[in-house]
């Protein structure tokens, strides 16, 4: 049973538009969610989250969005960057799980030039 | 800061050898400790976490041990590896304090069993 589901496996934006990354979940005793962003062979570097006391969370070029009542949510990233270019994992955390972690299986992002 | 160290960076071993790999963070203290392994085509899956010194919680049942001898040091083995052994391993360290905590990953061990 996957709790986390990220459902676009490959994401293609042109450098300067928006990219959107979406994020769905099941468990509903998820409070904390994140983005973390993963090049080929190296670790996953955290992006951003937001607690389920918020709906929005916005840190630079990078804003996530939160929807309990869809269990969904969103990364969104303006404007994007060749840089911007990797793999990216939606995860999520329940109070009282010992902050483990349930990723979803990630969503590559391609910003052409 | 805090930075945390995975070795060896890439590993290429027979099926049925030993394993050791060695994860150490630096600039914290307690920190909790996790192993992820991520397989070709799938996401991060988690294997151990520990919350402490000889605390050690499995996740999925395997050939593969995690044992925590140090507050900032956890190993990830096993006795015989399987082909299924293959993929991208992480470490991981939180904060152990406060219900929403972030996890930040090493530079990750690439495996490869023949």
């Known amino acids: 049973d996957q709790q986390v589901k990220q459902n676009s496996p490959s994401l293609s934006v042109q450098e300067g538009r928006i990219s959107i990354l979406n994020c769905d979940y099941t468990?509903?005793?998820?409070?904390?969610f994140l983005w973390y962003k993963k090049y080929p062979a190296e670790g996953p570097t955290f992006l951003i989250s937001?607690?389920?006391?918020?709906d929005k969370n916005e840190d630079g070029r990078f804003t996530v969005f939160l929807n309990k009542s869809a269990k969904h949510l969103s990364l969104h990233i303006v404007p994007s960057q060749p840089g911007d270019s990797a793999v990216y994992f939606c995860?999520?955390?329940?109070?009282?799980?010992?902050?483990?972690?349930?990723f979803g299986k990630g969503t590559l992002l391609t910003v052409n030039p | 800061s805090q930075t945390i160290h995975q070795w060896p960076a890439t590993l290429v071993q027979p099926v049925g050898s030993p394993l050791s790999l060695e994860c150490t963070v630096e600039?914290?203290?307690?920190?909790?400790l996790y192993w992820y392994r991520q397989a070709a085509g799938r996401g991060l899956q988690l294997l151990f976490y520990?919350?402490?010194?000889?605390?050690i919680s499995s996740e999925v049942p395997q050939n593969l041990s995690a044992s925590r001898p140090q507050d900032r040091q956890f190993i990830l083995s096993s006795k015989k590896l399987l082909l299924s052994d293959s993929g991208f391993y992480l470490c991981?360290?939180?904060?152990?304090?406060?219900?929403?905590?972030?996890?930040?990953f090493g530079p990750g061990t690439r495996l490869l069993v023949l």
């Open positions: 991981a360290w939180s904060r152990l304090a406060g219900p929403q905590e972030t996890q930040y």
């Open positions: 468990n509903s005793m998820f409070d904390y």
């Open positions: 937001i607690s389920s006391i918020k």
């Open positions: 995860a999520a955390s329940a109070e009282g799980s010992n902050y483990k972690l349930t």
């Open positions: 600039g914290t203290s307690n920190p909790n």
């Open positions: 520990s919350v402490g010194i000889g605390q």
